[in-house]
């Protein structure tokens, strides 16, 4: 399907009774999805023939007619456990309260999941 037919097949879906209209619009996600996985691989090899000719050339940023590439050094993060280190606190209040400064909380929305039939 083309991206003009499935955004009408969406369109149509917002008639239908509840359970046809989400039965249609999960068809036209996975149909969505599909075509995306595909450009994403494309991209992908790609993006993967790119880094070959650089590492074979040594380059780290090349600049063409069609646009410009550059690879960062590589880096390292650090993490640490924050079940375990709450643990730790839990039980010393001294250093609970000196890395209480520190401490960073943040909340994430729920996220949807779709999935084919089987």
């Given at each position: 399907?083309?991206?003009?037919?499935?955004?009408?097949?969406?369109?149509?879906?917002?008639?239908?009774?509840?359970?046809?209209?989400?039965?249609?619009?999960?068809?036209?996600?996975?149909?969505?999805?599909?075509?995306?996985?595909?450009?994403?691989?494309?991209?992908?090899?790609a993006?993967?023939?790119?880094?070959?000719?650089?590492?074979?050339?040594?380059?780290?940023?090349?600049?063409?007619?069609?646009?410009?590439?550059?690879?960062?050094?590589?880096?390292?993060?650090v993490?640490?456990?924050?079940?375990?280190?709450?643990?730790?606190?839990?039980?010393?209040?001294?250093?609970?309260?000196?890395?209480?400064?520190y401490?960073?909380?943040?909340?994430?929305?729920?996220?949807?999941?779709?999935?084919?039939?089987?």
């Amino acid at each position: 399907m083309t991206t003009d037919e499935l955004k009408q097949a969406l369109s149509n879906a917002v008639e239908q009774a509840p359970d046809a209209t989400i039965a249609d619009a999960i068809t036209v996600y996975l149909a969505a999805k599909s075509m995306m996985d595909a450009y994403s691989a494309i991209a992908d090899d790609a993006k993967k023939l790119i880094a070959d000719v650089m590492a074979e050339t040594g380059d780290t940023a090349i600049a063409t007619q069609a646009g410009k590439v550059s690879i960062t050094a590589a880096s390292t993060s650090v993490s640490y456990d924050a079940k375990a280190i709450d643990i730790l606190l839990r039980d010393d209040p001294d250093l609970a309260m000196r890395l209480a400064p520190y401490r960073k909380e943040s909340q994430r929305a729920g996220t949807m999941r779709i999935t084919g039939a089987k």
